[in-house]
């Protein structure tokens, strides 16, 4: 199946510090990229969803000024958790859809934040 | 009422039994249904797409009820390893993917 990668897998960092997250389709040209946040025992919320080249269209509640997505190209989008404070701390995962992958969306492993 | 509602569970089933989930969705213009299967922190992964005639993979049987607005995953003879958290997931029109909760399962030897 079509693979996704997300850098880091793990981060702690001071409260009030920026955290740049990468998510990148291996092998596969992925048009629509999804980025959702989990906490422990809860489920997927989806935060954005950017289109290669154009602004990415956030959720209701989802700060675009605080979450700062970039996808600048078929394989690679970022999320910026900018000055991030301790309820930021969660699960961060991408997710990527494109013409290989059809309508299924493939999820990268996920960033641990924890912020102090 | 939530998109896409499922029983959080748990579920706890010894080896070899059958257990089956139910997910209900409110869209009626959804036009995909998946499952997905998420282990303790870790992403989710795809499980089995559902189709509208039913589908098997394995000791896994997805079904769609379009009528009802809901879609059922039975799993068969389960294993240990079968223990995860079950992701329903519909896709409505355009890019947008609602997730389900999940149903939480426990197979227990």
């Known amino acids: 199946g079509a693979v996704v990668s997300q850098h880091p897998s793990r981060v702690i960092c001071k409260s009030g510090t920026s955290v740049k997250i990468e998510c990148r389709s291996l092998d596969f040209q992925a048009t629509t990229m999804f980025w959702y946040r989990q906490f422990p025992k809860q489920s997927l919320m989806l935060m954005a969803t950017s289109n290669e080249g154009s602004k990415a269209t956030y959720e209701q509640g989802v700060e675009k000024d605080k979450f700062l997505i970039n996808h600048a190209s078929l394989t690679l989008s970022t999320l910026t958790v900018t000055s991030a404070h301790p309820e930021d701390s969660s699960f961060y995962i991408c997710s990527a859809r494109g013409a290989k992958g059809g309508e299924t969306q493939y999820f990268g492993p996920g960033t641990r934040l924890l912020v102090l | 009422r939530k998109e896409v509602e499922q029983d959080p569970g748990p579920f706890n089933v010894p080896e070899g039994a059958t257990v089956a989930f139910n997910c209900t969705y409110s869209n009626s213009a959804s036009q995909s249904f998946f499952w997905y299967r998420q282990d303790c922190r870790k992403e989710p992964k795809l499980l089995m797409s559902v189709y509208s005639s039913g589908n098997e993979d394995g000791r896994f049987t997805a079904q769609l009820n379009r009528a009802s607005q809901y879609i059922s995953l039975l799993i068969r003879d389960s294993k240990l390893s079968d223990s995860a958290t079950y992701l329903c997931?519909?896709?409505?029109?355009?890019?947008?993917?609602?997730f389900g909760a999940g149903t939480r399962l426990f197979v227990k030897a």
């Open positions: 997931v519909v896709k409505a029109g355009g890019f947008k993917t609602i």
